[in-house]
């Protein structure tokens, strides 16, 4: 079936550990976007792209990196996690921008560092 | 600067009850949409609305835009328990991602 795929759907790691979640899109969507969600903040915009090989930062982009080398995956990547990027991650497309563009959203995953 | 304002944070009511939460802005938006996410789950898009004054109704949920496109309120007829969950809207300007509130937790107990 067409959808959003996240994973993994859970993640412990230590602080300082290299972790990459991944997403997968089989829709062909041009737009792919990361959301972090925390209590208090709700969502917030990590990184978003437009098309292969185009990345845009979002409201909270420190220490997270992305690449979209594919139209189908936009991987995230932690270089260094801290504790402070324990959250809910998702990923997140849409056909067009943001102006009358759903957004269709994975099921997340949840981020824990120790 | 939290750009989208939702209100109630929380919400608690009966099963068939009425309700009314809202999303409100001191920018104009070009258009606003609203999910419903559930526990576990990723936001799922209700419905979108574009013209200011717009009234569209999904069921026994009606969301209306306001004239000035600044805000937007959702209204819940007869609530049942399956409408519990986290109600977000979220706002466009142009063809900037979206930026979502933090959104209204709605509990229906039966």
């Known amino acids: 079936d067409a959808g959003i795929t996240q994973s993994p759907r859970y993640k412990i790691t230590e602080t300082g550990r290299q972790v990459t979640l991944m997403c997968h899109q089989t829709?062909?969507?041009?737009?792919m976007f990361w959301y972090r969600q925390d209590l208090g903040h709700g969502l917030r915009l990590i990184y978003y792209?437009?098309?292969?090989?185009?990345?845009d930062k979002g409201e909270v982009p420190d220490g997270y990196v992305v690449s979209r080398s594919k139209t189908e995956n936009f991987p995230l990547t932690l270089e260094s996690a801290t504790r402070s990027q324990t959250s809910v991650y998702f990923c997140?497309?849409?056909?067009?921008?943001?102006?009358?563009?759903?957004?269709?959203f994975g099921n997340g995953t949840r981020l824990t560092v120790t | 600067t939290q750009l989208l304002e939702q209100s109630p944070q929380f919400l608690s009511i009966q099963e068939g009850e009425n309700l009314t939460v809202y999303c409100n802005s001191s920018?104009?938006?070009?258009?606003l949409q609203w999910y419903r996410q559930e526990p576990g789950e990723g936001p799922v898009l209700l419905v979108t609305?574009?013209?200011?004054?717009e009234v569209k109704k999904l069921k026994r949920l009606t969301f209306q835009f306001g004239d000035a496109r600044k805000d937007s309120s959702l209204h819940i007829t007869a609530a049942q328990t399956g409408d519990t969950g986290l109600y977000l809207c979220?706002?466009?300007?142009?063809?900037?991602?979206?930026?979502f509130g933090k959104g209204t937790r709605l509990s229906v107990i039966a």
């Open positions: 997140a497309s849409s056909e067009m921008g943001a102006d009358n563009s759903p957004l269709h």
């Open positions: 829709w062909s969507h041009s737009y």
């Open positions: 792209s437009a098309a292969a090989d185009i990345t």
């Open positions: 920018s104009v938006f070009s258009s």
């Open positions: 609305v574009v013209t200011g004054g």
């Open positions: 979220a706002r466009s300007r142009g063809n900037t991602p979206l930026v």
